[in-house]
């Protein structure tokens, strides 16, 4: 199971939100505003292949696996180590 940060900078309302719902639609815990951590069996092109309709010109999406972490008040550690 890969753990994968995403973030996303989207300009238009209903893009973003339906963004998000596909986000939520994984094991996820949002860390920051449009920012998640998500587990998945797929690859990074694989959620970002997902996800790129939604990101038009001028907008940002980025997707990486993350093995080491560290943060403060995101509640991404208690969250990891209950699903995993």
């Known amino acids: ?22 986000i939520e639609k994984y094991k996820c815990h949002e860390v920051a505003e449009s920012t998640y951590a998500i587990l998945t069996n797929k690859t ?3 959620v ?5 309709e ?3 010109k001028g907008d940002r999406l980025f ?3 993350f093995d080491d972490y560290a ?3 995101t ?10």
């Open 1 to 22: 199971m890969n753990r994968m940060l995403v973030t996303y900078d989207i300009s238009n309302d209903d893009r973003r939100e339906e963004c998000r719902k596909t």
């Open 54 to 56: 939604y990101v038009k």
């Open 63 to 65: 997707v990486c696996i």
């Open 44 to 46: 990074t092109s694989e």
């Open 71 to 73: 943060g403060q008040n």
């Open 75 to 84: 509640g991404v550690q208690k969250w990891l180590e209950k699903v995993i």
């Open 48 to 52: 970002r292949d997902q996800l790129k």
